[in-house]
């Protein structure tokens, strides 16, 4: 699902223009562009809401979002990652997912 720049506005609270439209500038939120105008995806959403938190809520400042961000972006990236793994680990024979699930216990309790 993807909402126009217009619906974000109204769908989120204490969410300007203005606000967005500086954070689309410096690159944390980056829409879609359809027919020239913006479109923003689930991902996007969620992701306006969590910068409009650190903005209003914590009080990050314009120095350390970019850094939560990354690390946010880090996590996110290794969890499919993970996901990535777990999925081909499930495609194997069961003898083989026996024997990685007994590496993992004897490596996670070294």
Same mark, same amino acid.
């Given at each position: 699902?993807?909402?126009?720049?217009?619906?974000?506005?109204?769908?989120? !609270?204490?969410?300007?223009?203005?606000?967005?439209?500086?954070?689309?500038? %410096?690159?944390? =939120?980056?829409?879609? @562009? *359809? /027919?020239?105008?913006?479109?923003?995806?689930?991902?996007?959403?969620?992701?306006?809401?969590?910068?409009?938190?650190?903005?209003?809520?914590? !009080?990050?400042?314009?120095?350390?979002?970019?850094?939560?961000?990354?690390? %946010?972006?880090? =996590?996110?990236?290794? @969890? *499919? /990652?993970?996901?990535?793994?777990?999925?081909?680990?499930?495609?194997?024979?069961?003898?083989?997912?026996?024997?990685?699930?007994?590496?993992?216990?004897?490596?996670?309790?070294?």
């Amino acid at each position: 699902m993807s909402v126009s720049e217009e619906t974000l506005v109204l769908q989120v !609270e204490r969410l300007s223009v203005q606000r967005l439209h500086k954070w689309i500038r %410096l690159g944390w =939120v980056r829409p879609e @562009r *359809h /027919e020239g105008a913006p479109l923003y995806q689930e991902v996007d959403i969620a992701r306006v809401r969590l910068l409009r938190d650190l903005e209003l809520e914590f !009080e990050f400042d314009e120095d350390t979002v970019p850094m939560v961000l990354s690390l %946010l972006d880090q =996590v996110h990236d290794l @969890r *499919h /990652e993970l996901r990535s793994i777990a999925a081909a680990i499930a495609e194997q024979p069961p003898a083989v997912r026996e024997r990685v699930a007994n590496a993992y216990r004897r490596i996670a309790e070294s």
